[in-house]
């Protein structure tokens, strides 16, 4: 079986607020896994179990952590997931495709979901997915 598995993460730093970017090879997280902002906050953890993973991210905007459970094989098919705060709908990581990963970040450093969510064109009780 030939299968990509490692994926492209952006996640807000929940201390500075920064987006910090790096891959993670969803077959390797079998060993719990966390990723540090540059100011030094761990921004991410995640472990996978039997094809499923547990994303544990702490949220800048409701400063609770957030747990975040994926089939493994749906987070490599997506394009890119979008995971926001369950309390506020403020997105907090972008998971997926390097390109489209890091295009979101540029864009979204303008806070325009923050926007599109006001407007209502994007449903801040579900994750936005884009196929
Ligand atoms: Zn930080
Ligand atoms: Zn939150």
């Known amino acids: 079986m030939i299968m990509d598995s490692s994926i492209r993460a952006a996640v807000k730093c929940s201390e500075c607020g920064r987006y910090t970017s790096f891959h993670i090879n969803l077959f390797e997280a079998k060993r719990p896994t966390s990723r540090r902002c540059?100011?030094?906050?761990?921004?991410?953890?995640v472990s996978a179990t039997k094809g499923e993973v547990d994303?544990?991210?702490?949220?800048i905007a409701c400063g609770e952590t957030h747990r975040y459970k994926y089939k493994i094989k749906d987070?490599?098919?997506?394009?890119?997931?979008?995971?926001?705060?369950?309390?506020?709908?403020?997105?907090?990581a972008f998971l997926g495709k390097e390109y489209l990963v890091d295009d979101m970040v540029n864009r979204y450093m303008d806070d325009m979901l923050e926007l599109l969510t006001h407007l209502g064109v994007i449903d801040k009780t579900k994750r936005w997915v884009i196929k």
């Open 38 to 45: 540059s100011c030094g906050n761990i921004v991410f953890k």
């Open 55 to 59: 994303i544990d991210i702490p949220c």
């Open 75 to 92: 987070l490599i098919d997506k394009s890119v997931n979008i995971l926001a705060c369950p309390v506020c709908g403020m997105e907090i």
